[in-house]
């Protein structure tokens, strides 16, 4: 198996790798501390491209596919978490429309989110409807004299939602029919009858901007509406696996990020007459936390290439996802711990990396709704 | 018009440089950049391209892998590359390199609009050399040191850094200019986009053979042989001992310092 | 008869190109001279400096002071400011003509600009931003013994070689290496400013120079390139990591935080420019802004000159800047473990050691 990069691929990992330390770092503590989403990285990243990675280059994308995603998405979390989840969050939307949309709507949306500048949002999550994606209340009504939809509804923990120029939103247009009465539409900023709601304050990820979505009222053509009437739910376990892939891209990088912090602090630190990297107990948490990395660097590796090369790849995406995650907690706590008092003090990323690295295991389906997908995977065959 | 820019793949000295017994430096185990100052002169082309359309061609010599380096130069938008390879040129001091290039560049052709623009100097030499040599031997005149180029039909304004302030010299095309970094100034980024399509432009390979029978070459003066200046001895500085200790806190002690410091050239 | 520069035997003196910008010599020219002085002794030539420019004749009598037995003066209108292609139009024909074994330009951002012009043209290697210059190999023997960590006990060396030994460093000062030139002439070498001594000025030297007009054939068609003006600039304050000289406070300067930073900066200057860091307690408590802050995540510096006053060290701050390639480190608490670094420490009050280095430094470098 051979899971060599093509040239571009190793340049697009420099280009990440350069952008993320110039670029993102730099403000990274700052944009924490302030719980301010940086307009100016986001117009940064789509000036380059990566806001239009996995889109061809005819909807203004800049081609490339799961794995160039990953590569992205996992340098620049080796920076910045908050930036990284913002770049692969936005994804989610163009992708699901490059899949699900019709020759119109790609011509008309696509080119806003990949190069045009304007962040994308997946809307699914609502106050009780969370793990449990059959839970969603909003609600599209057909308007048969305007040829429109009519949605009403709350949808909570929306990334970018705010922001968001266009928005892939899920509402049900046949509501007994549970998960088989869900659609998608397409939703643009400053439809009427959308607006936002609170913007939420978080443990971590301040730099991303979460918030609550509100419907109105609020008027859709059909013609926004994404894949067929009431096959919704599908396209949103589709994006979701794409996504798990892109969390699990956010823990590897993070992960990998601690470890060299922790390595290089282990040389400098000197206690007892000796740097602490003599010590034994020391080295053994440096073994388990790089073991641990690469298993899940090959594990989100051969998801990516899975996805690239059109095969089925939820139950590795699930599995992925879950391991990247609880490694990023795993690495970063003892990354915070070996540091010590310093790894608990703000002049060092540590205690923000391991803030930023516990959302890895809640969002885009909780570790334990991963252990669901994988069970219901592995033993339902 | 076409702009050559002329850049060389160095290791990063900015981190760990590792040097083998006999003093030599251990080129495989460190990073490769493109050298700043060349990296500077490549954006000043890009801008002069972004305004007028012109060509810009991205120029180096070096072994095969400095292919990379192209290919990134060509990811932020140069148009072509063209690598320079021989065994017969490894070695080669700054008068021999800039023999080579130049006869490159003149190979390649240089017309009534043209520029070469150069970094001021690479970070592993130091020298500063390459640039004028070229200019000297394809007989264009040189503006060196320059922080900011505007051109105007043939007319070329440059802002020419002395230590002590600055000249703007006019100079027409065609000419050579070397480049210096400029922290507000910073190069672009590849893009994507670049990044897809840079395996795709047109990219030229002269070696020894493409070469040889250009007149600029004096195939006795290339090479590790042909080299005018040799390497003698190269050898580590003694490695940083232990610190002193000053005695005492007086004039003393301050005059003890500066006598140190003088004696070591520090001031 | 044609220029063959590979004809050595022809070539004989020493030449220093000596610069002058707006009638006056650089401190370069001195120190050049000074140092070519011992080359040419070594070898037992003459030692010419030649000076280009307009109405500088008078200046020449003043480099005899440091030990060029001649001047040969170049005065031509076109020469008052420099021009790549008149100075070295200019300096090439005469090399050509009187044909020097030597010749030696201050490193400077004229210097580096016409020496590899020069070179180019009169069919020579020429050696960028020496720190180091022998003829004789016994000199050269023991400057390798001094600073090299080479073992030389099986090294054989040609005693009566009399190429000139030039030394430089190479990746950042990692490495030093010594070019020769051993089969064309002149030798060219651009000579890092700074680096060699000034002899005492001799006026019995002085006045023993002899000062030669030479015949300077320029058009003003051999220039190519308008100098349009010339600006003088006071240097700009760079940040800390582009700085060759940090000065940075600590908590040391809390009982006069205003005298503190400012004896900080007049030791700047003292070093001839540099700039004021801090380390984190300066910023977190407002003494400082926050672009002072040396050891910052992220923030390394790797000043050639790094001057920690009243700074403990803290592990980030050491992390920050323990690439200097030279640090001193005052400090009242001389278990501090910033001395554990420091290439020299001084236990003391900042308040009194600072202003006699300040005095010490300023009379160390007035007497070069």
Redesign the interface.
Known sequence: MDFSLT??QE??R??SA??ALEEL??IA?QIDEEHRFPVESFEKMA????T??GVP?QYGG???GMLEKVIAVEEFAKKCMASAATLSIHLIAPHAILAFGTEEQKQKYLPRLTKGGELGAFALTEPNAGSDAAGVKTTAVYDEKTDEYILNGTKCFITGGARAGVLVVFALTDPKAKTKGISAFIIEKGMPGFSSGKIESKMGLAGSETAELVFEDCRVPAANMLGKINKGFKIAMQSLDAARVGVGAQGLGVAEEAIEMAVKYTH??VQFGKPIAALQGIQWYIADMAMKTEAAKALLYMTASLADSGKPFTKEAAMCKLFAAENARFVTNLALQIHGG?GYMK???LERMYRDAKITEIYEGTSEIHKVVIARAVMNK | MRIYVCVKQVPDTSGVVAVNPDGTLNRASMQTIINPDDLSAMEQALVLKDATGCQVTAVTMGPPPAEGMLRELLAMGADDAVLISAREFGGSDTFATSQIISAAINHLGVGKDDMIFCGRQAIDGDTAQVGPQIAEKLNLPQVSYAAEIEKVGNDVTVKRMLEDGYMKIKVQTPCLITCISDKEKKARYMTLNGINHCYEKPFTLLNFEALKDEPLIELDKIGLKGSPTNIFKSFTPPVKGVGVMLEGADKKTAETLANILLEKHVI | MAFNSADISAFKDIWVFCEQRNGVLMNTDFELVSEARKLANERGSKLVGVLLGHNVEGLAKQLGGYGADKVLVCDHPELEVYTTDAYAKVLCDAAMELKPEVILLGASNIGRDLGPRCAARLNTGLTADCTHLDIDMNNYVDFLEKSSTLDLSNTKFDMEDTNLKMTRPAFGGHLMATIICPRFRPCMSTVRPGVMKKAPFSQEMSDKCVVEKYDVKLAKDDIKTQVLDVVKEAKKMVDLIGADVIVSVGRGIGKDIKKGIELAEQLTEAFGGGVVGGSRVTIDSGWLSADHQVGQTGKTVHPKVYVALGISGAIQHKAGMQDSELIIAVNKDETAPIFEIADYGITGDLFKVVPLMIEALNEARASK
């Open positions: 040239k571009e340049m697009l420099k280009l350069q952008f770092e730099p503590a000036k380059l491209g990566f239009g990675i280059e800049t081609g490339g400098e630190r310093y002049d060092y990323p």
